[in-house]
């Protein structure tokens, strides 16, 4: 019931920025937050950033002063400004968004986009 579209990956060298987009649509009342999780093969998946209906944030250690979660004004769609790219941030960057109705939660998941990070 709820689409999460990824657009935005893509090569860059490092240093470079690069900026992801997350369009979220269908039942989207009961969002209580959205965020950027990545992966790379073979290791869990880790949260980069996420933000509340709200508009707290929340940031990983390592993305701390490069990576900049942020919405638009309807709050359907998220962004992650990622700046000073590094080689070890190449992974595969999914969209979240986290669901709760009464006492039942679900995690939604976009199809992903690929960022690499070359020397």
């Known amino acids: 019931q709820v689409r999460l579209v990824e657009s935005g990956g893509g090569s860059v060298q490092a240093g470079g920025s690069l900026t992801l987009s997350c369009a979220a649509s269908?039942?989207?009342?009961?969002?209580?937050?959205m965020g950027w999780y990545r992966q790379v093969p073979g290791t869990q998946r880790e949260m980069v950033a996420t933000?509340?209906?709200?508009?707290?944030?929340n940031t990983a250690e390592f993305a701390k002063g490069r990576f900049t979660i942020s919405r638009d004004n309807a709050k359907t769609t998220i962004f992650l400004q990622m700046n000073d790219l590094k080689p070890e941030d190449t992974a595969v960057y999914y969209c979240n968004a986290y669901v709760t109705v009464m006492h039942d939660d679900h995690n939604w998941w976009g199809q992903g986009t690929q960022v690499t990070v070359s020397a």
């Open positions: 269908g039942n989207l009342r009961d969002v209580r937050s």
């Open positions: 933000i509340t209906t709200g508009g707290s944030t």
